[in-house]
Nanobody
Framework: QVQLVESGGGLVQAGGSLRLSCTGY????????MAWYRQAPGKQEPDLVA????????NYVDSVKGRFTISRDDDRNMVFLQMDSLKSEDTGVYYC????????WGRGTQVTVSS
């Protein structure tokens, strides 16, 4: 059974930092492009935040460029999202997933940025 488990969320003040982690179980993430998504309060669907190819090339949506860094450690079967200079609009539930086909989802981790 394939499972992705996110962790690292929490409550932080605007301008602060958090580092999210995603661990894969039951599958090797090495074969997949991976991504982080954010579901903001009141939105029905999560939005893409950042993605990373299987060979480590990152891509970001404009709103997080220069503030977020996506990375991966295939030896530990993990994907990370370093979030700096957090803003209140970054608040939401963050999910990691395979990309672009969202074959695998985690349960998410809550990030709340207070202004």
């Amino acid at each position: 059974q394939v499972q992705l488990v996110e962790s690292g969320g929490g409550l932080v003040q605007a301008g602060g930092s958090l580092r999210l982690s995603c661990t894969g179980y039951g599958t090797s993430l090495y074969f997949h492009d991976m991504a982080w998504y954010r579901q903001a309060p009141g939105k029905q669907e999560p939005d893409l935040v950042a993605s990373i190819t299987s060979d480590g090339s990152p891509n970001y949506v404009d709103s997080v460029k220069g503030r977020f860094t996506i990375s991966r450690d295939d030896d530990r079967n993990m994907v990370f999202l370093q979030m700096d200079s957090l803003k209140s609009e970054d608040t939401g539930v963050y999910y990691c997933s395979s990309y672009p086909v969202r074959s695998y989802w985690g349960r998410g981790t809550q990030v709340t940025v207070s202004s």
